[in-house]
Structure formats: C-alpha cells, structure tokens
C-alpha cells in the first residue's frame, strides 16, 4: 500500500514538472566545457558564471526560443583568450546539448 502511494505521488510530482514547463514556455540546456581551463559562459548577454575545465552544467532553464551563448577563456592562452558566441535553439520542455570549444 505504502508503495502504490509513493507512485501515485511520484507520478503527480513528475508530470507536474512538466506543466511547469509547457505553461512556462521553458527548455534546457546542458552546456559542456570540453577545455582543460576555465570559461567565463554568457546567455544572452548575461553572465551566467565560470565553467571549470571539464566540467558541465546539466538542465540549464531557458525561456525555448533561440539564445546567443557566448564563452571566454579565463587563463592558459598564450596571446589572445578565446572569445566566442555561438546561437543556440531551445525547443518548449525539450534539452539541448551545447559544447566548446
């Protein structure tokens, strides 16, 4: 009996979550640093942090819609960081993959 409540429950959490993003008009975005040096990652313009080399952030929330992604390369450059902004598109409820450099 404790089970089938566990599941009911469960199930009402999980398809909750998901409302939440169809009402929402929200995604995900799992951004990945492929680098060995930490990256400085922008969304949109805004500073979302630092991206430790080889490490990743998982289900990122985003409005769904196209979204600028910009990284800078915070040390071990020898001239110039690497400096980038690449476009991204988010689908409503959907997770997008999005790695550098």
Wanted: proline share 2%; net charge negative; aromatic share 14%.
């Amino acid at each position: 009996m404790k089970k089938i409540v566990f599941l009911m429950i469960l199930i009402s959490f999980l398809s909750s979550c998901k409302k939440n993003c169809e009402t929402s008009n929200l995604g995900y975005i799992d951004i990945v640093n492929n680098s060995s040096y930490p990256y400085t990652v922008y969304i949109d313009g805004k500073i979302e942090g630092v991206l430790d080399g080889h490490k990743y952030w998982n289900d990122h929330e985003v409005f769904s819609g196209d979204h600028s992604i910009r990284y800078v390369q915070n040390s071990g450059y020898i001239l110039y960081a690497t400096d980038r902004t690449e476009s991204v598109n988010v689908v409503q409820c959907g997770n997008t993959s999005f790695s550098f450099p």
